[in-house]
């Protein structure tokens, strides 16, 4: 049996008590609703104020706070269907994984922009208002759906070309290999991610030694980007996480087969909310610029102009 079939043998088994269950849910939702919310006040930040519109960099953060808010609702949602409805028909489930991997996907090249803008920022701060127009990130940003897509597409078109339609009007386990399962497309899956970490962390590494290079004799500024290509890093290295979930789910299942729910809920936190928890960090508390907008629009609202 391989590692996907283990991971849905394992989630039609083994089920929590009442008890257990309730705790994890009631858990998942107020995380996730805490998120959305903090992500909202971001958001309602960034529409109010119209100076934020034409810096690239806020562009970019906010096109990664609403991917981020898309990713929660879709996984907290399925995570709440998997103890309630339980199986879900597979045309229904096929929506929901799509749009979970494209926001997926996007977080690290959205991440791989951002270090680029910070990169241009510190070194070429003449040229930055040149290269990093609003322009270039629309279209930027568009590029990245775009590559997402065409990354996740060939999935479906396989999948309605190999399976009957009987498939497509039976109920499954939501999950991407239980709705994408043919044996080609896990070989494409993870030399498509490989692709993905190997472009994006050189991206982080160059960029990230580029501006320590200029920051031992610069600015305060350049010192300040330094480390927020290192958390970029850090939630870099959390969002990759969910490229190796099949693999950590069954090796998870090796260490501790006792206990497979509480260890897929232990991944579900560590995976899908940890990673989403660092964005408002970045700009929402360590940004003064974007900070001072926030403190305003939470604290006076209706005094609040642009």
Known sequence: MNVSSANVTVALQYRDSLAKAVVKNVIVVFLGITLNCVNV???HSFCKHQVLHTNPR???FIHLVINDMIQVTLTVTLFLISYTIYKLNVSVCCVFVLFAIFTMENTPLNLACMAVECYVAVCFPLRHGQICTVRRTLLLISLIWTTSTISILPDLFVTLAMQPADFFRSRVFCLRETVFPHPVLTTKRDSSYLVYLVIVWITIFYTYFKI?????TASKNA????NTIILHGFQLLL??????TPKFRGLLLQWFPQNPADS??????????LPRSISPMIYGIRDKNFRKYLKGTLLCPSSNHS
């Open 41 to 43: 006040s971001l958001l």
């Open 264 to 273: 897929q809920f232990a991944i579900y936190i560590l995976v899908q909310i």
């Open 58 to 60: 806020y562009i970019l």
């Open 212 to 216: 320590l290079f200029t920051a031992k």
């Open 239 to 244: 969002s990759m996480l969910s490229y190796v």
């Open 223 to 226: 010192k300040k980007a330094r």
